[in-house]
């Protein structure tokens, strides 16, 4: 017989509930209650308190402490608070609240397994219970994710556990991975070898627009004779010329590059506006040639069934903003002309450090085709991660469109606040979980899985580039070794005096 843990006290509604205790209830445990013509009712508890009515109106500290050797058990209550989550069998909310009095007893594990149990991605297990969290990939990828934390708290590693159960999938998946963390990255499961691949990132400056061409090339965002000059020297170019016409990007720039010298000769009062605009896509050709190409197309790099790195460690946010709008724009078009033609091809993008490429308070090229994929890419096979410290400082109208969240520890009220605005799924009582949650931890809702849920994340089963130094450990052996260092220095220098 199921132990009774409490009874439902004070008004009721059919969504809010509060029970007395005589234990103190976990929070983020589960319940259940059986109303509603017998139904059985899940509810999740998302908070308690424990008070005392002996000391509700003590204010000498001496009075206290002479209670305080008074004081028994029986003279404290617990009180949880319930969120209730719906019917067992449907997930639907009762019409009508329990009365008070019903019994409130533990959530049975088989029921709970049940409803965690059955997704494809294995992400954790529950706070309260060894029970499995299992995420629905096709909810995850079609209604798209956000994972949310502060620095320290875990990110990394979930994404690392992401994308090895999105491996065992056989999942195509693209990573815009920001700081080299995920480029060697390895499990140690032998029955789960990741099939990982390196793109290089590079961009057709044949196929990007001239604005784009010219922020690679550094020329200033206001710079309003430079511009125009340059994009009128594409144009010419490209009227008489197609891409086949060239042999490499090179040649491709010092084309526009005389087009802009005849500018110059004709537009004597703007000659050094122009000649300034060919001095940038001459720096654009000596330092920046690794990332230009032409006959390049990205849809090539990528391989299907792989977790697929996109390397963007060594750019800096300007560069780094135009490759992954490149990248995005271009995964767009290809995934709509598949699915025009009867052949879709699935993928899930994961944008690392989300709030430089998708900020709220400033436009980026990366943020136009990233939102655009966030409302339309579900019809397309199009899912997106954004990955951030900074909730405050990503893109709203993008962080809505994740339906699916992950959210570690949060102190902020200003990131908490962001994040509730753009999730109607987060309530108060879950949001008020987010200070307290231990590394590993996380609040997880949406379609993805049935019901919300406090988790610990699993531990990734191999090596990424996202863990702590151990900073103390290298400052030692660094001690050691030029101790040692001096040593055979001293025994070089004497070594020959005896």
């Not at 004081?71 to 009508?96: M, Q, T, W």
């Not at 990205?298 to 391989?303: A, F, K, S």
């Not at 987060?426 to 987010?434: A, H, P």
């Amino acid at each position: 017989m199921k132990e009774i843990l409490g009874y439902i006290v004070g008004e009721t509604t059919n969504t809010e509930l509060s029970f007395l205790s005589d234990k103190i209830p976990e929070i983020g445990s589960y319940v259940s209650l059986k109303y509603d013509d017998g139904k059985e009712i899940l509810g999740m508890v998302e908070g308690v308190i424990q008070g005392c009515p002996v000391f509700d109106e003590i204010l000498n500290v001496k009075d206290l402490l002479k209670l305080k050797e008074l004081e028994i058990d029986d003279s404290f209550y617990i009180i949880g608070k319930i969120k209730v989550l719906g019917d067992v069998d449907n997930k639907k909310i009762p019409r009508a609240p329990p009365k008070p009095g019903t019994e409130v007893y533990g959530a049975d594990e088989e029921v709970l397994k049940k409803i965690f149990s059955n997704g494809h991605i294995e992400i954790g297990k529950l706070i309260s219970k060894d029970v499995p969290v299992k995420l629905d990939a096709n909810k995850l990828c079609s209604r798209h994710l956000a994972i949310l934390a502060i620095t320290g708290m875990g990110k990394s590693n979930t994404v690392a556990v992401l994308l090895s159960e999105l491996n065992k999938l056989n999942a195509t998946v693209l990573v815009c991975d920001v700081h080299g963390e995920y480029k060697y990255i390895q499990s140690h499961d032998s029955n789960n070898k990741l099939k990982t691949h390196i793109i290089k990132p590079k961009i057709n400056i044949y196929n990007i627009g001239s604005s784009s061409l010219a922020d690679l090339a550094g020329v200033d965002a206001q710079a309003t004779k430079q511009r125009p000059y340059i994009r009128k020297a594409i144009k010419n170019v490209k009227n008489r010329y197609k891409e086949s016409d060239f042999n490499s990007a090179e040649d491709y720039i010092n084309e526009v590059i005389i087009e802009l010298e005849s500018f110059a000769e004709i537009n004597k009062k703007d000659a050094d506006s122009i000649q300034t605009a060919i001095f940038r896509l001459e720096d654009m050709l000596q330092f920046k040639k690794h990332l230009i190409a032409l006959h390049y197309n990205p849809i090539d790099e990528i391989r299907e069934n792989h977790i697929n790195i996109l390397s963007l460690e060594s750019l800096d946010e300007n560069d780094m903003d135009i490759i992954v709008s490149y990248f995005s724009k271009e995964i767009l078009r290809d995934r709509k002309d598949s699915l025009r033609n009867g052949a879709p091809k699935p993928i899930f993008i994961i944008f690392e450090e989300a709030h430089l490429i998708v900020p709220q308070n400033r436009n980026t090229k990366s943020k136009l085709y990233i939102s655009r994929i966030a409302r339309e890419g579900r019809k397309f096979g199009v899912g997106i991660c954004l990955v951030s410290q900074r909730p405050k400082t990503l893109d709203q109208e993008s962080l809505s469109q994740c339906n699916n969240l992950i959210i570690s520890k949060l102190i902020e009220p200003s990131d908490q606040s962001h994040v509730q605005h753009a999730s109607e799924n987060l309530s108060e009582d879950l949001l008020k979980q987010l200070p307290g949650l231990n590394v590993g931890e996380a609040v997880i809702i949406g379609p993805a899985l049935k019901i919300p849920a406090i988790v610990k994340i699993n531990k990734f089963n191999g090596k990424y580039g996202g863990e702590d130094l151990a900073i103390v450990d290298i400052w030692k052996n660094r001690t050691n070794n030029n101790d040692n260092d001096e040593e055979l220095s001293s025994d070089d220098m004497f070594g020959g005096l005896d």
